[in-house]
């Protein structure tokens, strides 16, 4: 699988959530998928990745999942990804993350591994109206 394929694959599963629509699920995920959430839950194969969607949809709406930069591993299979991830549960909410993503020999995603940073950022040690150089 050449690396256009696999940020095509990426981009479709991130317009699932903004467009509810899972359709394509089981075409880019294999049924052996590890997914690792960034504040800590885990689902493993497509039962335990199905309930949660089911779940989310109840009660999580999507309105951006933003891909910033791909960066395709030296194996051929991984790809890490940076996004800014947009959702409303009782309250509208916005945070950047990373995903290092893994593809198994059919194409499929096997693996994901999510990580979180706040999405407003600050710099603590710059003088006021100085700018970095």
Do not use: K, N
Request: contains cysteine; negative net charge.
């Amino acid at each position: 699988m050449v690396a256009e394929d696999q940020v095509r694959a990426i981009a479709d599963y991130f317009r699932m959530w903004v467009a509810r629509d899972f359709s394509r699920f089981d075409e880019l995920f294999s049924p052996r998928c590890r997914y690792e959430e960034c504040y800590g839950p885990i689902y493993e194969g497509a039962e335990e990745l199905h309930r949660w969607i089911a779940h989310m949809l109840e009660v999580q709406r999507v309105t951006a999942w933003d891909i910033h930069d791909v960066v395709p591993a030296a194996d051929g299979r991984s790809v890490t990804v940076t996004w800014t991830f947009a959702a409303a549960e009782q309250e509208a909410y916005v945070f950047d993350g990373c995903s290092l993503i893994h593809f198994d020999d059919e194409g499929r995603i096997d693996r994901v591994r999510e990580f979180r940073a706040d999405h407003e950022r600050c710099f603590p040690q710059r003088r006021h109206g100085e700018v970095a150089a």
